[in-house]
């Protein structure tokens, strides 16, 4: 049994009112709900310990991106103060680098990478186009932070070509990372470009967690 799958359907069920309060601006709810869903995150994360398929050095590594995670979620509930904003950018960033690490390091480099690299690079001078007028003194650190994230999901595609990652593992991180970044490219196009009626950043920001989390409990499997 993968211990890792019991919480799930808790953490679903968590989607879905983080969801219904971010959407009314609740942000009472939305800064006990958005934390607690990535605590449950390192809980899935941190039971793969458990599973025959891990790598706990992986797992570690994964582990510590979703503290820092966990962290950036407790400033990152107000979208319209600057300060808080900029601080869980910066916890963010180095998360995003953490996963990025993780998967590099257990994934290695492929001839596919530079493909993938050139896609993400053009999608990030559209984003960058796209946020700029409404960036005022963003500019910079959102400049770097999408490059990070960017790259983050190269990594995350990345693994699908690597020995060292089964097919699910690598199709959860796959999918998993490009929805971290979908996530926050809506948070951008809220903040910087046009406010949004409806969210939908919290499914794919939960959803991306969860399946890097999740990732940890069958990097092995075969």
Request: hydrophobic share 55%; glycine share 6%.
């Amino acid at each position: 049994m993968t211990y890792s799958l019991i919480p799930v359907p808790i953490y679903l069920v968590l989607i879905v009112l983080y969801m219904i309060a971010r959407n009314r601006n609740d942000l009472k709810k939305t800064a006990i709900i958005q934390p607690s869903i990535t605590f449950l995150a390192i809980v899935i994360a941190g039971l793969s310990y458990l599973s025959p398929y891990v790598n706990p050095a992986y797992t570690t590594w994964i582990l510590v991106g979703l503290v820092l995670c966990f962290i950036g979620d407790i400033f990152n509930i107000d979208m319209t103060n600057d300060k808080i904003l900029f601080a869980a950018m910066v916890i963010f960033f180095i998360a995003y680098v953490e996963y990025a690490v993780a998967f590099t390091r257990f994934g290695g480099f492929h001839t596919q990478d530079w493909l993938i690299g050139a896609l993400m690079f053009v999608v990030y001078i559209l984003l960058i186009r796209l946020y700029w007028k409404g960036l005022g003194n963003f500019r910079i650190p959102v400049m770097i932070f999408v490059l990070v994230i960017s790259f983050m999901v190269t990594r995350a595609i990345s693994t699908l070509f690597s020995s060292q990652f089964s097919a699910l593992s690598a199709w959860l991180v796959a999918f998993g990372g490009p929805l971290l970044f979908m996530g926050d490219v809506e948070y951008g196009l809220h903040r910087f470009h046009k406010p949004l009626k409806f969210h939908l950043g919290p499914l794919y920001y939960a959803g991306g967690q969860l399946l890097v989390a999740l990732s940890c409990a069958y990097l092995l499997f075969r």
